[in-house]
């Protein structure tokens, strides 16, 4: 006996195809769903996770930033009191100067050399005075020049021929100058001769 088939068994397959593809596509946008869920959570706890630490971080660094503050406020004050202990150190050593200066000047004057004005500014003397001749005053720049430690740099301002009445009979010639010589501290004599005393040694 022939058996025959009269269902439309194309369409039932086709029908369900379709139900297994709707089935499959459904399953496929739950599971896209639920990745894409995870990963957003995932996300949203690292970004959460990130601003906690950079809060942290911010905190941190507003807290250095203080200390930075007070440590530079502290050097300043450090700074200062450094700059006064030495003005006061320099006042206390510079109280010797005139001194050195008048020493020194009598050290230092050439025979037929006299001063008429001497005037200090700060480290700058100006000196005024009277010499038998030119050759004198070179000899006086010289010897100020090389021979002291407590001046240097000295610079003639001015030098003029003039003469000198000793007596009503008795004129003689002479040459009056102005010079400026610049005073030193005793820490710069001090360091100088640190300076001289390391050359000395290290020369063979």
Do not use: C
């Amino acid at each position: 006996m022939i058996l025959i088939n009269l269902l439309p068994h194309r369409e039932a397959a086709r029908a369900r195809r379709r139900e297994t593809f709707n089935v499959m596509l459904a399953a496929s946008a739950l599971l896209g769903g639920v990745l894409i869920g995870v990963g957003f959570l995932w996300y949203e706890a690292q970004i959460s996770g990130q601003q906690e630490r950079n809060a942290f971080l911010n905190k941190e660094i507003a807290v250095l930033d203080g200390q930075i503050k007070e440590i530079a406020n502290i050097e300043a004050e450090i700074k200062a009191l450094t700059e006064r202990q030495k003005a006061v150190e320099d006042l206390q050593a510079d109280r010797n100067l005139p001194v050195h200066l008048l020493n020194e000047l009598v050290k230092q004057l050439p025979d037929g050399t006299y001063i008429t004005s001497l005037k200090q500014e700060n480290q700058s003397v100006t000196i005024q005075g009277v010499a038998q001749s030119n050759e004198r005053v070179s000899e006086l720049l010289r010897n100020l020049a090389n021979n002291t430690p407590w001046l240097s740099r000295p610079d003639l301002v001015e030098i003029v021929a003039s003469t000198v009445s000793l007596s009503p009979r008795d004129q003689r010639r002479v040459a009056k100058f102005n010079l400026r010589v610049r005073l030193m501290r005793s820490s710069e004599v001090q360091k100088a001769g640190e300076t001289a005393a390391t050359a000395a040694v290290a020369t063979p």
